[in-house]
């Protein structure tokens, strides 16, 4: 692959020339076809050099001419973060055992070099972030392969399209594959990507000796795709090609190769199904016999005898054996499943043989009570299976995120024998304690995202103190500038300290209920996904500080406003009353999700809150003025209310965004007041700010075009549509284009939106605002200063923001620092000495 061999003096001379321009990313690359043919599969060009410092931060160095210096700060910083969320996939590198890849269902792809201490962001320039299965070229374990389904067309392929990314370094960056197929936007995900490799023969798929393997074979989800997109597929060309081989109208949940035998593989459906190749593919016998397991999550193969495997339940019915067994190629099935309670876990979803042992084997849990979910170990061939033990506290002794050893759970094993899994984060065995004499499963988290950030808040009174909302879970304070943060949940919150569990006053009423209403309210132990969306902070008395609550990203059926009068200590419910309240949600007799709050800069007792309603798809505003004691509705929205922002200038002047208008009163948001200001043609308007400096200065972002601003409160607009930024320019008004080493590596044929989804005005400079993006499933731009009246943009450093999708921008009042929430935590950006 000549191309690939290409010197870097040629690259740069090649650059620096600049005899044409880069070409774009959204045009460029290789496309699937349905067939197989000959020749490279990969895509992009190399336009600047990639070098790794400590702790795997990536560093670009660009000739002069083609890339701006960064406004100030040499990168992102990514403050404190433990990790959350769904991991879906693990592979750990086969000779190295302190390299290990994780792949996130929104954090995209994470990876540590010193065994799970820390982990890094290996996303780069991969704008698909709903990763699924990750595996390692056996050929060159520096090539790595990720699935990724997208979502931005639903209908397809069971909800989402699928794709397939490849890394050629490690992860520094990625090329588009393929988007042929079809993978399950769900976790857990499937195991679909199978490499064959015989190590007595290891150039054997490796035609032009390149050492990447020639041969791919995946296995796709169906869904309601037409024609079909499920089934077998493979690549005889890198990936530059796929056939549609087999079992197409198939939801394939796993795809094994048998490592005796490079021919042979295996594969099982989401119906039950166990089937067996001996050709690489090309056909297929059923050997689930009497098996009785109506999904099948897993199988584990002997490594030597191809007639003993292990089938798995994805999703288990009750006193129904979990784990299968065969000894003579599925003729026969017998259940292996002392010791596992599938009354108490919904689905076993990975199974791994030890290296050393094939009679030694691990199991994974999901949907499993506190007390049963974790990893279970058999010695003797799923005779009988045990739990192993496991400690909920990080090495350095903060407690693990979840408090449960659980979460769509995946699981590999290193050369030397140590295990690594996923789920709320990293977990490794044993431990590496050797002074307790005691090996257990630990959390080893640090460093690994994954958790997206809705709210940051900076005390308007002292820039070190940080508060941080997350959707899963209650609010975070720092008081370092984000070195860490710790848990301000306090007696107040909707969940105690094992997540799980309602509890505080405020939820009091799902043991009792207060309202005559649906038995939703009578059940206790209720498990709720949400967290903390927004945080208002008073001006004169720092200490006090309202929290809003909303459950998951959308669809808010819960919720609630949270007040501490002492930085977060304790927290007290408000609204909740009967009369002069919040509208409660009929099913749960609490209130509906809240997304967005605004103080009043000159009075801490008045605070807006803006609560959505799925069931109609509306939105509701509420204002108190007595410090959340009573509150009345100002103004009900036929659509979500989409951003909420007090004037500093003019505390009477309030602004609110829906998906279609923007909303200004001048007189407190008076019942009455209210004007419609939407610029003329604006749609699906996402984010508002307004200047500190001017009164009549508004900027709102929204999908598709863009920013609209306003200097004389509404009377007017101008549109600046960005579009070179969205295109990916090296900076405005260039005719280049970014490198694609950190351009987003997209499928050409995707659609995206250009979304603003944040805005924040520097405090200090007059005229100056900051806009960040998001793009579902892919990266956005980043974050853009923009400047003269909105007309002029800038995009700001890459560098250390791998996880491109901001959902909320905050900057302190000396506007030193620019902080970013992220799918992958919180980043901070320098902008000047403080």
């Known amino acids: 692959m000549f191309w690939k061999r ?85 592979a750990v590198h086969p000779t190295n055992p302190d390299i290990v890849y994780m792949a996130s ?55 989402a399209t699928g794709e397939i990314y490849r890394s050629l370094n490690g992860g520094l960056s990625w090329e588009f594959v393929s988007d042929a197929m079809g993978f399950r936007s769900s976790v857990p995900n499937q195991v679909a990507i199978a490499i064959p490799y ?46 549609h081989l087999a079992l197409q109208n198939e939801n394939i949940t796993v795809l094994r190769a048998f490592a005796g035998d490079a021919l042979v593989l295996f594969a099982a459906t989401y119906d039950g199904h166990v089937y067996r190749s001996e050709d690489l593919g090309e056909r297929w016998v059923n050997i689930s016999g009497d098996m009785p397991l109506r999904n099948v999550s897993d199988l584990a193969i002997h490594p030597v005898d191809k007639d003993t495997i292990y089938a798995t339940c994805r999703l288990c019915q009750a006193d129904e054996p979990a784990v299968w067994k065969t000894t003579d190629g599925g003729r026969s099935w017998y259940a292996a499943s002392t010791g596992l309670d599938s009354r108490e876990v919904g689905s076993f979803p990975r199974i791994l043989m030890d290296r050393s042992d094939p009679d030694i084997l691990y199991l994974t849990t999901y949907k499993g009570s506190v007390s049963k979910s974790g990893v279970y170990k058999s010695t ?16 350095d002794g903060r407690p693990y995120y979840w408090y449960q050893f659980e979460g769509d759970l995946t699981i590999g094993q290193a050369a030397d024998g140590r295990l690594f899994a996923g789920g709320g984060g990293g977990w490794r065995y044993p431990d590496g304690d050797a002074t307790d004499g005691r090996e257990v499963w630990e959390p080893a988290t640090v460093g690994i995202g994954n958790i997206r950030v809705n709210a940051i808040e900076v005390d308007p009174s002292d820039p070190t103190v940080l508060y941080q909302g997350i959707a899963d879970f209650g609010p975070y304070k720092s008081v370092d500038r984000g070195r860490s943060f ?11 300290v094992d ?107 008045v605070v807006f809150a803006a609560m959505e309603i799925p069931s109609a798809g509306t939105g509701r505003l509420y204002r108190t003025a007595d410090g959340g004691k009573t509150w009345s509705e100002i103004y009900s929205t036929s659509t979500y209310i989409t951003g909420l922002e007090v004037s500093t200038v003019d505390p009477h002047l309030v ?52 920013i609209y601003y306003t200097a004389d409160g509404g009377d007017s607009w101008s549109n600046n549509r960005l579009e070179d930024l969205f295109e990916q320019r090296l900076y405005q008004g260039s005719d280049q284009y970014l490198p694609a080493e950190i351009a987003t590596a997209i499928n050409p044929r995707a659609y995206l939106l250009n979304n603003i989804s944040a805005i924040v005005f520097d405090p200090i400079i007059p005229d100056v605002f900051y806009i960040a993006g998001t793009q579902h499933t892919r990266a956005s731009f980043g974050v853009a200063r923009i400047t003269n009246a909105g007309r002029n943009w800038e995009r700001l450093t890459l560098e250390g923001l791998a996880h491109r999708n901001v959902f909320d921008l905050a900057i302190d009042s000396s506007g030193a620092f620019l902080y970013a929430g992220t799918f992958d935590g919180t980043c901070a950006l320098r902008l000047k000495e403080p």
């Open 198 to 243: 015989g190590p007595t023969q290891p150039g054997r798929f490796d035609g032009d000796m390149d050492n990447l393997s020639d041969v791919i074979i995946v296995g796709a989800w169906a869904g309601p795709a037409d024609p079909p997109v499920g089934g077998i597929w493979r690549s005889r060309d890198e990936g530059r090609t796929f056939a």
């Open 486 to 496: 710790h848990r301000i949940l306090g007696n107040g919150w909707p969940v105690t």
């Open 655 to 706: 602004v609110f965004t829906t998906r279609s208008d923007v909303y200004q009163s001048e007189r407190g948001g008076e019942i009455g007041s209210w004007q419609v200001i939407t610029p003329p043609g604006a749609t699906m308007i996402r984010a508002v700010g307004l200047s500190p400096h001017r009164t009549q200065v508004y900027v709102i972002g929204t999908n598709d075009q863009g």
């Open 380 to 395: 003797d061939g799923g005779d009988s299976w045990h739990q192993m033990p496991a400690r909920l506290v990080l090495p």
């Open 499 to 605: 997540n799980y569990v309602w509890d505080g006053p405020y939820y009091s009423n799902y043991e009792r209920c207060w309202l005559p209403c649906s038995q939703t309210c009578n059940g206790s132990g209720r498990v709720v996904v949400g967290g903390t969306t927004d945080f208002a902070v008073s001006r004169q008395e720092p200490n006090i500080i309202y929290s809003s609550f909303g459950s998951g990203p959308s669809d808010s059926e819960w919720g609630g406003i949270n007040k501490s009068t002492d930085g977060g200590k304790t927290w007290q419910p408000v609204g909740f009353q009967l009369v002069q309240g919040f509208e409660l949600n009929p099913e749960t007799c609490v209130p509906y999700g809240f997304r967005h709050l605004a103080i009043d800069p000159a009075n801490g007792e």
């Open 105 to 159: 269902d929104n954090g995209g792809l994470f990876k540590t070099e010193n065994g799970g201490d820390s982990w890094f962001s290996t996303s780069s320039n991969l704008g698909a972030y709903r990763l699924g299965f990750v595996t390692l070229d056996p050929l060159n374990p520096d090539v790595v392969y990720v699935t990724a389904s997208t979502d931005y067309r639903y209908g397809i392929s069971g909800g």
């Open 6 to 90: 290409l010197s870097l003096a040629l690259v740069l001379a090649v650059l620096l020339c600049q005899l044409s321009p880069v070409p774009s990313l959204a045009t460029s690359g290789v496309s699937s076809q349905r067939g197989e043919g000959d020749g490279p599969g990969h895509a992009g060009s190399i336009d600047a050099t990639l070098q790794t410092t400590q702790a795997g931060t990536y560093r670009y160095f660009f000739p002069v001419m083609a890339w701006s210096a960064p406004l100030a700060g040499t990168s992102w910083e990514k403050l404190d973060v433990t990790g959350g969320g769904a991991q879906t996939g693990i």
